[in-house]
């Protein structure tokens, strides 16, 4: 069996830091207290705070001005898709509205993928979706589904597409256990996605389209029936 890693005091100390910011106890625009003030707040070493810091100025959270100090970044305004794992971990509310993209982009890169996709990419569909029968867990079946649609977004020919989906996948997979009530019957799950397959492999964009978005409101329902 593997050992869990352990949280080190950086981790718990990023993890308060993170929470304080995203309730807005720490708002945007603001700037944090004086390192030494903060690090005894935290029963912690400067050189710590200073580690803490680090990650959450990468995680676009914080930002250091030059004898100044530590201001906490208006990520709202002016932070990228790259936050939503964090945010949509911090609050399930983000769901909804990564969902409301989700159907949106969905569906008009199906139809993209209707016009676009080669004979062999409608070929590697096929065989995801097949994959997706196939699985035998209801997590496996999730996961092969999300190929399904890196597959969809690939076959646009658009690499920016591929490159939402895998943005807007990143958002939940983490919180993915809670969001699996689609995918528990394998069955279910191949004949709900089915008809998006076969609409792209016919070339007709308008049922594409229109299959992607039936199929993305009715596992989204599904899956915000289980967070309730």
């Not at 035998?136 to 999730?142: E, I, K, M, P, W």
């Not at 589904?145 to 983490?174: C, I, K």
Request: hydrophobic fraction near 45%.
């Amino acid at each position: 069996m593997e050992t869990l890693p352990r949280e080190t005091v950086v981790d718990l100390l990023e993890g308060r830091l993170r929470e304080g910011i995203l309730t807005g106890r720490y708002p945007a625009g603001s700037y944090l207290p004086p390192e030494r003030e903060l690090a005894d707040g935290y029963g912690v070493t400067r050189t710590t705070l200073k580690h803490a810091f680090g990650r959450l100025i990468q995680a676009g959270l914080l930002e250091t001005r030059h004898g100044v100090g530590t201001r906490v970044r208006d990520y709202a305004r002016l932070g990228g898709a790259d936050l939503l794992p964090m945010l949509v971990r911090h609050s399930p509310a983000w769901i909804t509205e990564v969902f409301e993209v989700r159907r949106s982009i969905g569906a008009l890169i199906a139809g993209r993928a209707a016009a676009k996709a080669t004979d062999g990419q409608k070929d590697e569909l096929r065989t995801l979706l097949e994959a997706v029968g196939a699985a035998t867990s209801g997590d496996a079946v999730q996961l092969a589904d999300v190929e399904v649609h890196r597959a969809l977004a690939r076959a646009t020919g658009n690499r920016v597409y591929a490159l939402l989906t895998n943005t807007l996948f990143n958002a939940y997979l983490p919180v993915r256990a809670a969001l699996v009530g689609p995918f528990t019957d394998p069955d279910a799950a191949h004949a709900r996605l089915a008809p998006v397959i076969d609409a792209v492999v016919r070339g007709d964009e308008a049922a594409a389209g229109a299959a992607a978005e039936d199929y993305l409101t009715a596992t989204e329902r599904i899956m915000l029936e289980g967070l309730k």
